[in-house]
């Protein structure tokens, strides 16, 4: 398990004189794991990271069933959820970067 927290601040969050947020960073299934760390005062909410594939397993049918579980955690938790979906794009191997020459 590899637990990350990234912190929330933009030039007009700053200016707001706001408390930054500090969120968890996890991958799909592992939210329960974390439930701990996430029930902590000082954390705001959590980013979990899906992938298509997992939430269209065949073409056309589509099962968001991972991020309702953890959307009704979080619920739970009073926390916030924000939801990376990343696809076969996202993979290097695809060169989704742009080279240079």
């Not at 991958?27 to 959590?46: F, M, Q």
């Not at 009073?78 to 290097?92: A, C, E, P, V």
């Amino acid at each position: 398990m590899t637990v990350a927290v990234a912190v929330s601040c933009s030039s007009a969050f700053a200016q707001s004189k706001k408390v930054p947020e500090k969120f968890l960073y996890a991958g799909s299934g592992e939210l329960e794991e974390l439930r701990p760390i996430l029930k902590r005062p000082g954390i705001d909410g959590i980013q979990v990271v899906y992938s298509w594939k997992a939430l269209e397993p065949a073409f056309n049918e589509y099962d968001f069933s991972a991020i309702e579980h953890d959307l009704a955690l979080t619920d739970s938790l009073g926390k916030k959820l924000f939801i990376q979906i990343q696809d076969s794009s996202s993979r290097l191997k695809r060169g989704a970067c742009p080279t240079t020459s």
